[in-house]
């Protein structure tokens, strides 16, 4: 079974920072944009960011630009997303989710991990 | 940044179709395929039509989608009790080069 596995969520205090992992087993991501959607509790989907398949190409919510950054490892069939300087707005479930091109037709994504920013 | 919007709610009876809209702008859904996603209480999400009317294999053929202009909207058919979810259009935007999610629609089977 085709699995994508978020891990690095947890508890931390207002300005500090995470680094969440999103690594794919029994298939490869080398060829597929690599996004992150979040989810507050009781709310909505938001997107948060993306990367293309050679990280020539990243966007970012605005909420999140300067903050976060996204970046991969093909080699290791993975992608990660370093937030900094983390707010209460940010608290959130975290899914990693991939597109075979550039849009937004997550067609698989993980389970989710949930950072929550708090003192 | 651009808004998608849609209806925080919706409900029919079992057998019923219901029709969940999605509105957004030139810059989102007038320039680009819509998506539509349902989430199950407790689940991640998953992909039910994609670039504006198609469904993935194993999506019955219950669900569908359409566009039109700026605007864009699932069907739903001969309504299930299983179907009670959350459902989410999305679309890229060209103007703010992001992915934008509506609100969500909460569905209840009666």
């Known amino acids: 079974e085709v699995q994508l596995v978020e891990s690095g969520g947890g508890l931390v205090q207002p300005g500090g920072s995470l680094r969440l992992s999103c690594a794919a087993s029994r298939f490869t991501i080398t060829n597929s944009w690599v996004n992150w959607v979040r989810q507050a509790p009781g709310k909505g989907l938001e997107w948060v960011a993306n990367i293309k398949h050679d990280e020539s190409e990243k966007y970012y919510v605005d909420s999140v630009k300067g ?8 080699a290791e069939n993975s992608v990660s997303l370093q937030m900094n300087s983390l707010r209460a ?5 975290y899914y990693c989710a991939l597109s075979p091109y550039y849009d937004v ?5 993980g389970q989710g991990t949930l950072v929550t920013v708090s003192s | 940044q651009s808004i998608v919007t849609q209806p925080p ?9 219901v029709t969940i809209s999605c509105s957004g702008s030139r810059s989102n859904i007038g320039s680009n395929y819509v998506y539509w996603y349902q989430q199950l209480p407790g689940t991640a999400p998953k992909l039910l039509i994609y670039k504006s009317d198609q ?6 053929d219950r669900f569908s989608g359409s566009k039109s202009g700026t605007s864009a909207s699932l069907a739903i058919s001969g309504l299930r009790s299983e179907d009670e979810a959350d459902y989410y259009c999305a679309a890229w935007d060209d103007r703010s080069f992001v992915a934008i999610f509506g609100g969500g629609t909460r569905l209840t089977v009666l």
């Open chain 1, 105 to 109: 037709a997550l067609d698989t994504w």
């Open chain 2, 55 to 60: 469904r993935p294999s194993g999506v019955p």
């Open chain 2, 9 to 17: 709610s919706a409900s029919g009876t079992p057998g019923q179709t």
């Open chain 1, 89 to 93: 707005e940010d608290t959130a479930v």
């Open chain 1, 67 to 74: 903050r976060f950054i996204i970046s991969r490892d093909n």
